[in-house]
């Protein structure tokens, strides 16, 4: 039996170690807790460091600048309270920019659940190409959206776009999709959905390899085997965790969708298409207002981890059988 | 309740054949149960059965009905796992009223809330939820039925698997080795549970197994299956004592049947291990027999030939009211085990030479290709003098 390591057991064996110098009579346990807290502080210690250097410290130095009017490049500032959080929440375009951004989540989400399970199974259900039809839906994940975005701006164009000369052809009515502020954020979501839909069905085709067979052979011999029944009784409820994974990340990732409208849309037209990351963008390094823009990520990271917290807390309760 | 007749199924994985023609009539309201090792083909014929695999050839019958082609659910089968498979987000009671409600009720009125609403469906639901109350009751889990699987031991799952088979009085009952992921003790217990509520119930049981113990302890009749064929098909007494082939008799009892190597010296006389016993063999002079001893059949001797084997004591194992002794044999690669009643062993010691008589009676004869030798035991004045002869 060895007691469990930690890293507060330091202490313990720190005391223990300026036992040794007072007496000898140290019992050889002890000796060995110090030297087992030392390798373990080794162990930790790089990962430890990378946390405090690239993680905390740039969060607690965004925190303290939030409460300054500091201007990128300024040589001086003085502490302003909590004004830049004020402004933020009275400012017209930072509560469309949330607007949107909730909007934009609530579209991506849903979406790319859905459309990722639905191909799932469709490829599951299959028996040929499998591997081929999970590269192709997976490419999008893996490439720049900056350059897939150009595509998507030809395909999109008002005239010789190909999306609107298809609607064209069969008399639907078309539209300036990425100009026109009544649909310029759908069509980004749907860009978003495009994007991450090949993440959700590899997960997803994890999952549905992980479920038992003898959970669906019991389903036959209990009556549930048309499809409908059998999704129903065993293949969502068993998707569940894997579910609850894809709601998260991909919940993070439509937050934080920059690039596209950066590329594509810039915010516009108006504050159309303006989400949180862009604001936060245009504020810091555009207007150099890096102080207000603090204010923004603290709002932003908050957000962030609110969703991230009763998400795992909820979902986990509900998915999670065992 | 039904009988279910199985005629000439075959099946194939791929090219690697399964079941190679396997006929079986299995009487109303009998436990049958198949034994045989891992990769026999006794799931796999149990899920044909079940309707979960397509046979390649033959046809399946469950009463006066031919399935073949029909669905699982069409079959009137309830099928308990290994696994036990129940539905992990489900409650005990939810599980036990699946089957049920699949059958029961509507598409749209199993829908949640909104089904409820719809004429008929909270009286058949009332209706469903009183039957799995009182089958849950009667397994010893009522107590249990709003928990989840995941809060329950592997022997309350059992149970619940159990009851999920058993709420909707299926006309056949299939097991597939029910009790392979309980332990020991547990296991015991729920073996004499299944063979209580096959007497309560009175219905047709198939269940598959390898454990030999279940098989014996449960069944009316065990068929033994090795490499996808039917090597015996008769009540567990039979099995044991009176099997068909060598394999059989290898493949049931614990310690293992004792095989040894004899020539027919002559009529009534066989050589064995540089012994001689007295069993009416029905073959010439000069053919070799295979001789399977159940430990059973020694008994401690203090004299050497006369029907007794000789060997040096290798091990002893203390079972309480039995000893097994572990003898080698001069010429015998393996050790033979002898099962002998403490309270009439004496003096046994390791390295010590014991003799052990054998009850000529209970020893079966196999020819070389592991057929049973069928041989008529002749004690008579006549072979009991020649045997004397042979001694001197």
């Known amino acids: 039996m060895s007691r469990p390591v930690t890293l507060f057991g330091w202490f313990d064996a720190a005391s223990a170690a300026s036992g040794i110098a007072v007496s000898r009579t140290t019992s050889p346990a002890r000796r060995r807790a110090f030297a087992e807290a030392v390798a373990a502080w080794i162990l930790a210690g790089p990962a430890v460091f990378l946390l405090l250097g690239l993680f905390l410290l740039p969060v607690i130095g965004v925190l303290l600048i939030a409460f300054t009017d500091w201007q990128f490049g300024a040589g001086s500032f003085s502490f302003v309270g909590l004004a830049n959080f004020r402004e933020v929440f009275a400012d017209h375009a930072f509560r469309a920019s949330l607007l949107n951004t909730v909007i934009y989540v609530l579209i991506v989400v849903p979406g790319t659940v859905a459309m990722g399970l639905f191909i799932a199974l469709l490829i599951e259900s299959g028996k040929s190409c499998r591997a081929f039809y999970r590269a192709v839906h997976f490419l999008p994940f893996m490439a720049t959206l900056t350059a897939i975005a150009i595509a998507w701006e030809a395909l999109l164009h ?42 959700a069905m590899v997960l997803f085709l994890a999952g549905l390899k992980s479920i038992p067979q003898d959970l669906y052979d019991a389903a036959d011999v209990d009556g549930a085997d048309l499809w409908f029944d059998r999704l129903r009784t065993v293949t969502l409820p068993m998707l569940g965790p894997v579910s609850m994974f894809i709601v998260v990340v991909v919940t993070l990732r439509a937050l934080n969708s920059f690039d596209a409208v950066k590329v594509l849309t810039q ?4 504050h159309a298409s303006e989400v949180l990351l862009y604001t936060l963008y245009r504020e810091s390094f555009e207007y150099l207002r890096t102080g207000y823009a603090a204010a923004i990520a603290v709002v932003f990271l908050s957000i962030v981890v609110t969703l991230t917290l009763v998400q795992a807390r909820v979902m986990d309760r509900k998915v999670h059988y065992l | 309740m039904a009988a279910v007749s199985i005629d000439g199924i075959r099946k194939s994985f791929g090219s690697i054949p399964v079941l190679r023609g396997v006929s079986l009539s299995i009487a109303d309201g009998e436990f049958l149960t198949l034994l045989g090792p891992s990769g026999c083909g006794k799931s796999t014929l149990l899920r044909i059965l079940a ?9 399946i019958s469950i009463g006066e009905r031919v399935v073949d082609g029909l669905r699982p659910k069409q079959r009137d089968v309830a099928m308990v796992f290994q696994s036990y498979a129940l539905y992990p987000h489900m409650t005990v ?13 509507s598409a749209v009125q199993r829908l949640p809330i909104l089904g409820r609403l719809l004429p008929g469906a909270a009286g058949a639901a009332a209706k469903i939820d009183m039957e799995v109350a009182r089958t849950a009751e009667s397994l010893g889990i009522g107590h249990l039925l709003a928990r989840k699987p995941g809060q329950l031991s592997g022997g309350q799952r059992q149970r619940v698997a159990v009851g999920r088979a058993m709420v909707r009085h299926p006309a056949v009952f299939l097991m597939d080795e029910p009790l392979s992921n309980l332990d020991a003790k547990l296991r015991v217990q729920m073996r004499a549970e299944i063979k209580e509520l ?44 009176d099997p068909e082939e060598r394999r059989i008799a290898e493949f049931i009892g614990s310690p293992t049947i004792n095989v040894l190597n004899g020539v027919v010296r002559e009529r009534g006389l066989i050589d064995v291990a540089g012994s001689t016993i007295a069993i009416e063999a029905d073959a010439h002079p000069g053919t070799p027999v295979t001789l399977g001893i159940r430990p059973e059949a020694f008994h401690q001797t203090d004299h050497a030939g ?43 010691a390791h390295g010590q030479t014991l003799h052990v008589g054998v009850w000529p009676d209970r020893v079966l004869l196999f020819a070389a ?23 001197r």
């Open chain 1, 158 to 199: 008002p005239t010789i776009g190909l999306v609107n000369q298809t609607l064209a052809a069969i008399g639907l009515p078309t539209s300036n999709w990425l100009r026109d502020e009544n649909t310029v954020l759908a069509a980004l979501a749907v860009i978003g959905i495009w994007q991450n839909l090949g993440y």
């Open chain 1, 267 to 270: 915010g516009g037209p108006g």
């Open chain 2, 306 to 348: 006369h029907g007794a084997l000789t060997g040096s004591v290798r091990m002893i194992e203390h079972m309480g009211a039995d000893l097994f002794v572990h003898l080698d044999l001069a010429g015998v690669d393996q050790p033979l085990i002898a099962r002998l009643a403490a309270e009439r062993t004496t003096h046994v």
């Open chain 2, 51 to 59: 309707g979960l695999e397509m046979q390649d050839a033959g046809s």
């Open chain 2, 198 to 241: 096959h007497q309560r119930l009175g219905g047709t049981f198939v269940y598959v197994t390898h454990d030999q113990a279940e098989a014996m302890t449960l069944s009316d009749r065990v068929a033994v299956m090795l490499d996808g064929e039917l090597l015996q098909v008769a009540p567990p007494r039979v099995i044991y004592g």
């Open chain 2, 93 to 105: 009671a939810s599980n036990m009223a699946l089957p049920l409600r699949m059958r029961r009720l």
């Open chain 2, 369 to 391: 290709d592991g057929r049973r030798l069928r041989r008529h035991v002749a004690p008579s004045r006549a072979s009991i003098t020649s045997i004397r002869e042979v001694a």
